[in-house]
C-alpha cells in the first residue's frame, strides 16, 4: 500500500508576471491583486511505497523563516529526512515545480537537495528549458543538476521506472509534460503535474489559457478522469487549495 503525504509549500497567487505571491486566505482579498490572478497551492508528495521513497516535483525551492529550505523541512515534518528519498520524478521544470531540484549550502555551493535520490527528468523537457529559459525555467538552478550523476534521462513517449513507476509523455501544458502512475500492486496513484492540478479542473470542460495547448490539456484531463474512475486511481492535485488528494 502506497502511503502518500502533501508536502504544501502554501497558497499563492499567480498572475501574468508569472511571479508566485503568498497569499493567506484568512486576511488577503483575492480582488485586490491583479485581474487575471490565479490562486492555487504549491504542494510537492511524497509517496512511499514498500520499494521506494518517492518525491513528485520539488515546489519553489524557497528558504523557511528558520532560513532551512522548505522542501527539508516538510520532509522531516513527517518523519523523513532528505537522505532517503530514492527517487525524484519531475513532470516538467517549469520554477513552480522544479525550483526545489537544487540547492545552495553554506558555503554557497549548489547541490541536488536530495542527496541520494535519482532525478528523473524528460530528456526533451530539459532541452526545451534550456532553450526557453526566464521566466518559466530558472535554468542556473537547473543546469547544476542536469551535469550531476543523479540524472537518470527519460526518452520515448513512454516508459518505465522500475517495476511500480510508468511515464507518459503527454505535452498539453508544456511541450515536453510528461505524467506519472505509480502502481504497487495495491493502489494506483496517478500524479498529472499541471495538466491535472486541481480536483474541479477533472469536471468541468474547459479551455485554460495558460496552457500551451489548451485543447488537449482539457482533452487529457477528461482521459485521465475517465481511466481514474475506470482503474481506480488516486489522482494527486499539486495546486489543489483544499482536496490534495482524491479518488473520482
Excluded at 66 to 76: A, I, M, T
Excluded at 85 to 110: C, F, R, S
Excluded at 204 to 209: N, T
Aim: proline share 5%.
Amino acid at each position: 500500500m502506497a502511503t502518500i503525504f502533501a508536502l504544501s509549500e502554501g497558497v499563492f497567487t499567480i498572475g501574468h508576471d508569472k511571479i508566485f505571491h503568498p497569499f493567506n486566505p484568512d486576511v488577503d482579498e483575492l480582488n485586490d491583486r491583479p485581474r487575471g490572478s490565479l490562486l492555487v497551492e504549491v504542494q510537492p508528495f511524497l509517496v512511499v511505497t514498500d520499494k521506494d521513497v518517492i518525491l513528485l516535483d520539488t515546489g519553489l525551492g524557497f528558504n523557511a523563516a528558520n532560513g532551512e529550505l522548505q522542501l527539508h523541512q516538510s520532509l522531516r515534518a513527517y518523519g523523513y529526512q532528505p537522505e532517503q528519498i530514492t527517487k525524484v520524478l519531475l513532470t516538467h521544470l517549469h520554477k513552480d515545480h522544479a525550483g526545489g531540484v537544487t540547492y545552495k549550502d553554506g558555503a554557497g555551493v549548489v547541490k541536488p537537495t536530495l542527496p541520494n535520490a535519482t532525478y528523473y527528468i524528460y530528456r526533451p523537457e530539459a532541452d526545451y528549458a534550456l532553450k526557453v529559459g526566464f521566466p518559466s525555467y530558472i535554468t542556473e538552478e537547473l543546469e547544476p543538476l542536469f551535469s550531476s550523476s543523479q540524472v537518470e534521462w527519460l526518452d520515448g513517449k513512454e516508459g518505465s521506472i522500475g517495476e511500480q513507476i510508468r511515464y507518459f509523455h503527454s505535452g498539453g501544458h508544456c511541450p515536453e509534460h510528461i505524467v506519472f502512475l505509480i502502481d504497487d500492486g495495491q493502489d494506483k496513484v496517478f500524479f498529472g503535474g499541471d495538466e491535472a492540478p486541481q480536483l474541479k479542473q477533472m469536471k468541468i470542460k474547459y479551455v485554460a489559457k495558460y496552457d500551451y495547448d489548451g485543447k488537449k490539456a482539457m482533452e487529457l484531463r477528461e482521459d485521465y478522469a475517465r481511466r481514474g474512475r475506470e482503474e481506480g486511481w488516486k489522482f494527486l492535485f499539486y495546486h489543489d487549495v483544499q482536496k490534495p488528494t482524491a479518488m473520482l
